[in-house]
């Protein structure tokens, strides 16, 4: 079956959905599971860090391979992985050592699925303008990783946390099944010969070294790094972060808090995409400090709500999540077009090595601060550890501003 180039998009933006419902699993199941095996703040976020560690470990190969094969073949292998972390993490975890490798299986799973799935659609889309297709395709990360929420909250009040991960598993499946029959493979006369990957090809430090004397390009790579570690830290503990506010309060909130968590991603993929279009016109890099200073303004606002009621809880939570994603797409379609097409793939894989580096910080950032602030019952502990992944933005736009990057135009 053929489809138009345009066609793609819509069929990626369903494998990516379906590949990205193992993303909250272990956000929605984090506090039952803290108290099942006693865990520390600190363990039960290198946990969630260890998703991005995996993912960190696989991402080199993974856009190595895209630059010298079709990504398709690179993307199939990442949702068959992905599908075998979540459901070894249903059926054989029963500690912190072996939800760290589980977990890690399930990151590197998904690194063989969201850039390559970018690459599968760079590659075949040859007309229009293509930063409107990736700011889909970025946005639909908050689509994906809302149903994670919603889907892990309603399997998780039904029939356990171990069922959460052995079904959430047929997410990357179907993934896998829909690039599998609707994605034609693609040939290229750079693809042909023998397969061959070195360790420099796994981490091309001299074509990273050309990315980054970009000066435009570097900046769109550090600041997404500056950007997950607030991003990830927030979508990993957002659902004890409600517990909590729920406790302090002696309000119940009007819906079970994974639905909210999931309701409030939604919002993320209208702000991405906004995002973009407005960079388009007042300037991408302008625009990235304008988000960052506000969402970090915001992120310290909500976590100073708890006790509050609901309702204003839920709004600064929406607000923080719209500005936390309103440059998530200017920053990845920046990259990709101010890139050098010869090393375009070497470029996206630095910018998502460094992103989910971001990742793998963020929510074990997050949790140590807890535990040293006053745990998870304090007040205090909260703001400070907000603080802590709010920060980041904050110091790349004072750096940037001071440096000229903010001044030129996208």
Not at 45 to 53: K, P, V
Not at 97 to 123: C, E, R, V
Not at 126 to 143: C, M, N
Not at 153 to 167: A, K, N, P
């Amino acid at each position: 079956m053929r489809f138009r180039s345009t066609s793609y998009t819509p069929l990626m933006l369903m494998a990516q959905t379906c590949a990205l419902l193992g993303f909250a699993c272990y956000a929605v199941v984090l506090a039952p599971l803290q108290e099942e095996w006693g865990l520390s703040n600190l363990q039960s976020g290198l946990i969630a860090s260890a998703f991005f560690f995996g993912y960190m470990l696989a991402v080199p190969v993974a856009t190595a391979l895209t630059d010298r094969i079709d990504a398709r073949k690179v993307y199939l292998i990442g949702g068959l992985s992905a599908a075998i972390g979540l459901l070894a993490m249903g059926i054989f975890a029963h500690n912190f050592w072996t939800a760290l490798l589980f977990m890690a299986i399930n990151g590197a799973g998904l690194a063989g699925t969201y850039m390559p799935g970018l690459k599968i659609l760079s590659d075949r889309i040859k007309s229009g303008e293509l930063t409107r297709h990736i700011a889909f395709y970025t946005a639909f990360f908050g689509i994906g990783t809302g149903f994670s929420y919603l889907c892990s909250g309603w399997i998780l009040s039904l029939l356990g946390w171990r069922y959460v991960f052995g079904l959430i598993a047929l997410g990357p499946l179907l993934a896998f099944v829909i690039v599998l029959c609707f994605i034609p493979p693609l040939d290229h006369e750079k693809w042909s010969g023998p397969l061959q990957i070195r360790l420099r090809d796994l981490f091309p430090v001299d074509k990273w070294k050309i990315v980054l004397q970009d000066k435009k390009a570097a900046g769109f790579i550090f600041g997404y790094t500056a950007h997950t570690i607030e991003l990830f830290a927030s979508r990993s503990w957002i659902v004890a972060f409600f517990a909590f506010c729920a406790i302090s309060s002696g309000e119940s909130f009007f819906l079970a808090i994974t639905t909210l968590a999931g309701i409030i991603n939604f919002f993320g993929v209208p702000a991405s995409i906004l995002g973009n279009e407005i960079a388009l016109r007042i300037g991408r890099q302008r625009w990235v400090c304008i988000a960052m200073i506000t969402s970090a303004v915001l992120g310290i606002i909500l976590a100073s709500s708890t006790g509050h009621t609901w309702w204003l809880i839920i709004i600064l939570a929406v607000a923080h999540a719209v500005f936390i994603m309103a440059d998530s797409a200017t920053l990845t379609a920046g990259l990709v077009i101010s890139a050098q097409e010869n090393i375009k793939g070497a470029a996206m894989g630095l910018h998502s090595l460094m992103g989910f580096g971001g990742g793998l910080l963020g929510p074990a950032i997050f949790g140590f601060v807890l535990d040293i602030a006053g745990s998870r019952s304090s007040h205090a502990a909260w703001i400070w550890a907000y603080a802590a992944i709010v920060i980041w933005g904050v110091l790349f736009v004072l750096y940037e501003r001071r440096h000229g990057w903010a001044g030129k135009s996208a």
